[in-house]
């Protein structure tokens, strides 16, 4: 059983800047795509970045040349490097594992569906 722990999230100003972490455990994690989503006060979950296994990463439009990715396997951690936060940013950030039963193209790598274990989720806040 995979269990994933996230930890970064905060209180920040507009503009500033977050790493968030994914520590992940019970698998081999190599193996497997990652993804990070997040939710808004009200709102529903939504996709924010996927990295597959062999490190192709995949964006939503809104966080494009703003975040960033990334995975280290020996860590078996997924970070998401979040720069020019803006309000609209704030959310509670989870990451996810893919499933390997997945054809992992396209949109498979933003579809809620594709993932199959989750983590708490971590809070983000940007305010000024």
């Known amino acids: 059983q995979v269990q994933l722990v996230e930890s970064g999230g905060g209180l920040v100003q507009p503009g500033d800047s977050l790493r968030l972490s994914c520590a992940a455990s019970g698998r081999t994690f190599s193996s497997y795509t990652m993804g990070w989503f997040r939710q808004a006060p009200g709102k529903e979950r939504v996709f924010v970045a996927a990295?597959?296994?062999?490190?192709?990463?995949f964006y939503t439009d809104s966080v494009k040349g703003r975040f960033t990715i990334s995975r280290d396997n020996a860590k078996n951690t997924v970070y998401l490097q979040m720069n020019s936060l803006k309000p609209e940013d704030t959310a509670v950030y989870s990451c996810?594992?893919?499933?390997?039963?997945?054809?992992?193209?396209?949109?498979?790598?933003?579809?809620?569906?594709?993932?199959?274990?989750w983590g708490q989720g971590t809070q983000v806040t940007v305010s000024s």
């Open positions: 990295i597959s296994w062999s490190g192709n990463t």
């Open positions: 996810a594992v893919g499933s390997s039963s997945v054809i992992w193209r396209g949109s498979t790598y933003s579809s809620q569906s594709s993932y199959v274990a």
